[in-house]
């Protein structure tokens, strides 16, 4: 269990950014002011409907330094398993919600002499807190944003308007493109990059840097996921003696904590490691979906990142 | 005392050549050239074309090792008479170096370690940095006392070059500083020192 | 609750001494009648009223000559207090930390407004009453840093969290037990405890390296670590061994009971906010033996410690000049009745 106490916020206002896209900003219920964090930081938002409670990450944008609230964007996707549809549909001003204090798996390389964000679509939201705290510090800077259409390129033109000609748009439905290996031509030693998009899109900048020499420590990207749906499957719980059935829409925490099992996490998005839990035996296969465990632990199949990864089989028997 | 090796100790895990890198500055110092070599014939087609050697020609075999290097062909090679020189130009070099470098170092710890320092100035993370030990185990040692570099010690007790304390050659290594620690031999009882051995040859 | 700051010394004549509520709050380490390294990290939350964990930051009686010390060897080294050029902002961090926190905690000794960015910042204790502007070094007399953890005890170290590793990229290091931070300066978790013994094989610093990667705002945690000094010194730093190294062969029955202190580290760390980075504040505390044996249970309990100390750890923490006379000494005190479990005093 991570058990932080959490902060209980208000929705202060909402505006549709662009398409699919809202903006939330959400103030702190009770008058004080809420944390101050690093860029490149997210919350977990707690949202319950009825039955059903969603726990997403989201990351904070705006000002690291403001603590009169948070500003969060939820794009509305229709894999999702409805916390982003809740969100949309259903939040309202003035909705009550949970957050998690700020959690930071997405910071910038304080000695970088230069640093490359480049964002996709609705991973714009870090580099916001970023390009903010970064503008502030008189570091140099770039902004490089490829958005779908003018529609969605949420905060495109707010962020030309407050950082001129640091930041580029590239529009792909005006056929422009990122042009990434003039991008990574010529740098100064000591640039670092950080890409946050769709996963096709941040495995295409990582490989295309590695390809120009890139080392991996100037590379950064927020590995967050959620947990994705599969096929439901039992898990034995040893030391509580119990069994939990996961469900279609379910990760295996969640239903551990379901079944009122207190299990140790953090990020919820496969990255941290807190979640790692040991397996006693397993009668199929795991599907490791984290960005965590190494392969030399996959192949020997005895830990699994239970806020992401699943099983397929029989017999899961995990030590929790 | 010291269990194994300890953890502050960087590990050389040696030369391999980086396909992806665009220009290759490769470092070596004295009998380091037998790992330049080796690089060059486990490097594929048009890693030479890249390269750019530097070498401080230096004991028994310096000149041999030179003509060797600089048989290679690479697209520059650099001849120095002493590591000094060699970082100053490599300073230089490394002023305006763009991202895609990759640094091969190899020689003496000593050496290694003031690479390192002027990479570490520069912007490159240790970490990625390829390294290969090759030479005298000879230490660099800092006097924690005076903060004074002692170079090439070859026994576990060397007095301070600068302040005269004889120090105990510990194993604990500053990254940072290029070089071991060495401490008061004989602060607890003075006048009584250990057997003096020569640790690293 | 207003402290009586005592006029008292670290050096030289060595004046040093604790007042009878001084020892009964005395941090004794020990929750059993011996001793081997655990991670025993606790949440830092706030202790027993009038005990030394009852707030973020302890200042007792000590305070004042332990701030005149930290000046003393400042003045003879600078190098004890150092920053890598990327660590400004979470130095302010730690600035916000300590004054937000004697702010709060001591409000007899020191206050703290803010205005916006414009904060006034006074320290009667110290005779300090300064205004500054939060994030502008041009305000202060020295680096945040510096200028904050000359008015805390305690050493402190600044870790960036990069590259899944926690690097000691800046500290202020005066009270230290024998490591150097000039020397230690940009190493990495594993390496600045490289020399430590036993430890590594046991895992224990894989795991928590693991569990502060993963620390959180607001949830601060603590540990307890310890070792032994001749007399009440605080500056036992490598830089100085030369200096203070022969203390160690001079004890005898005779003196050990006044000159030999338990010396005891409360260990806290805390994520910051704006930098991410981490402080570890190293807060010592010093008892001679002859002090703590006024506590029956931890005169017996120390005893059987030091007696059953593992050889590597007598190594490590420089015990052996007077290991013997100190397990002898303190002999004396252990009548061979059960202790109770806990480090308290009952």
């Known amino acids: 269990m991570s058990g932080h106490s959490q902060i209980e916020v208000r929705v202060g206002e909402i505006e549709t950014v662009a398409r699919d896209i809202k903006r939330f900003r959400l103030e702190p219920a009770s008058g004080t002011t809420l944390p101050l964090f690093s860029a490149g930081s997210h919350v977990r938002v707690t949202m319950t409907d009825g039955a059903k409670s969603f726990c997403n990450p989201y990351s904070l944008m705006g000002s690291p330094t403001e603590g009169a609230s948070y500003q969060i964007s939820v794009l509305k996707t229709a894999m999702s398993r409805g916390g982003s549809h809740f969100m949309h549909d259903t939040l309202k001003l003035d909705s009550r919600l949970k957050i998690s204090h700020p959690v930071n798996l997405f910071p910038v390389d304080q000695r970088g002499r230069k640093h490359i964000l480049i964002a996709g679509g609705i991973g714009i939201t870090p580099f916001i807190s970023m390009a903010e705290q970064l503008s502030c510090a008189g570091r140099p800077f770039e902004l490089h944003y490829v958005i779908r259409d003018r529609g969605r390129g949420a905060y495109a033109s707010d962020l030309t308007a407050k950082y001129g000609p640091r930041v580029r748009i590239y529009c792909r439905s005006d056929d422009e493109q990122l042009p990434l290996s003039r991008l990574l031509d010529n740098q100064p030693l000591g640039t670092h990059l950080y890409v946050c998009g769709p996963a096709s899109m941040i495995e295409g900048v990582l490989a295309s840097a590695r390809a120009e020499g890139w080392p991996n420590e100037n590379l950064h990207t927020e590995h967050f996921l959620a947990p994705p749906v599969g096929e439901p499957f039992k898990v034995r719980l040893e030391k509580s003696s119990l069994s939990v059935n996961v469900g279609e829409r379910q990760s295996i925490l969640e239903a551990v904590e379901a079944a009122g099992v207190d299990a140790p996490y953090l990020c919820r998005g496969g990255a941290c490691g807190q979640c790692e839990t040991n397996v006693l035996s397993a009668d199929g296969e795991i599907v490791h979906n984290d960005h965590y465990l190494t392969s030399e632990d996959r192949r020997l199949g005895k830990k699994i990142m239970i806020c992401i990864s699943r099983f397929k089989g029989n017999g899961l028997v995990v030590d929790l | 005392m010291s269990v194994g090796r300890i953890k502050s100790r960087p590990i050389y895990k040696g030369l391999v050549p980086d396909a992806s890198a665009k220009r290759h500055l490769i470092v070596a110092e004295g009998e380091g050239a037998e790992a330049v070599a080796a690089l060059e014939a486990k490097a594929s087609y048009g890693f030479l074309e890249r390269a750019a050697i530097f070498y401080v020609v230096s004991g028994a075999r310096g000149q041999e090792h030179k003509s060797r290097l600089e048989a290679l062909g690479a697209d520059v090679f650099y001849s120095f008479p002493s590591i000094p020189t060699l970082l100053f130009r490599l300073n230089g070099v490394l002023t305006t170096a763009t991202m895609g470098v990759r640094l091969y170092v190899s020689g003496t710890e000593g050496f290694i370690g003031q690479v390192l320092q002027a990479a570490l100035s520069h912007g490159i993370d240790h970490q990625c940095v390829l390294t290969e030990h090759h030479g005298s185990l000879a230490r660099r040692v800092q006097c924690i006392h005076c903060k004074g570099f002692t170079e090439m010690v070859k026994t576990n007790l060397v007095k301070c070059e600068h302040c005269g304390i004889t120090l105990l050659v510990r194993d604990h290594y500053s990254r940072r500083l290029g070089a071991f620690m060495g401490v008061s031999a004989d602060a607890e009882t003075p006048g009584e020192l250990p057997p003096s051995q020569e640790n690293f040859p | 609750?207003?402290?009586?700051?005592?006029?008292?010394?670290?050096?030289?004549?060595?004046?040093?001494?604790?007042?009878?509520?001084?020892?009964?709050?005395?941090?004794?380490?020990?929750?059993?009648?011996?001793?081997?390294?655990?991670?025993n990290v606790e949440p830092h939350v706030s202790g027993p009223p009038g005990s030394v964990t009852e707030f973020a930051f302890d200042v007792d009686e000590h305070y004042v000559a332990e701030m005149q010390d930290?000046?003393?060897?400042?003045?003879?080294?600078?190098?004890?207090?150092?920053?890598?050029?990327?660590?400004?902002?979470?130095?302010?961090?730690?600035?916000?930390?300590?004054?937000t926190s004697l702010a709060r905690d001591y409000p007899a000794h020191f206050a703290l407004a803010r205005e916006g960015d414009s904060w006034h910042w006074i320290n009667r204790p110290m005779g300090i009453d300064h205004s500054f502007i939060f994030g502008d070094i041009a305000k202060l007399p020295c680096g945040p840093i510096e200028y904050a953890t000359r008015q805390c005890q305690g050493d402190f170290c600044l870790l960036d969290q990069r590259d899944g590793n926690l690097w000691m990229d800046a500290g202020m290091v005066t009270t230290q037990a024998d490591w150097s931070l000039d020397f230690d300066l940009g190493m990495n978790f594993v390496e600045w405890h490289g020399p430590v013994p036993l430890a590594h094989e046991l895992g224990m610093f894989d795991r928590a390296l693991k569990f502060l990667l993963n620390l959180q705002q607001g949830r601060p945690v603590r540990r307890l670590n310890w070792t032994m000094t001749v007399h009440p010194r605080l500056d036992t730093s490598p830089e100085n061994y030369h200096k203070w190294g022969k203390d160690r062969a001079a004890l005898s029955l005779e003196n050990v009971g006044d000159d030999l202190h338990l010396r005891v580290e409360l260990q806290a760390l805390w994520r910051l906010p704006r930098s991410n980075a981490i402080v570890f504040s190293i807060r010592c505390y010093l008892i001679k033996l002859r002090e703590l044996v006024t506590v029956p249970k931890w005169g017996r309990r120390l005893h059987r410690v030091l007696k059953t100390l593992a050889l590597e750890l007598v190594e490590y923490k420089g015990l052996v000049r007077y290991h013997e006379v100190a397990v002898a000494w303190l002999s004396e005190y252990d009548d061979g009745a059960p202790t109770s479990a806990g480090c308290g005093p009952e």
């Open chain 3, 1 to 39: 609750m207003t402290l009586k700051f005592k006029a008292e010394t670290f050096r030289n004549d060595f004046s040093f001494a604790n007042s009878p509520e001084a020892i009964l709050r005395f941090p004794f380490p020990f929750h059993e009648d011996k001793y081997m390294y655990s991670v």
């Open chain 3, 70 to 99: 930290r000046a003393i060897v400042l003045k003879e080294d600078p190098l004890r207090c150092q920053a890598l050029p990327h660590m400004m902002l979470a130095q302010w961090d730690l600035l916000e930390l300590i004054m």
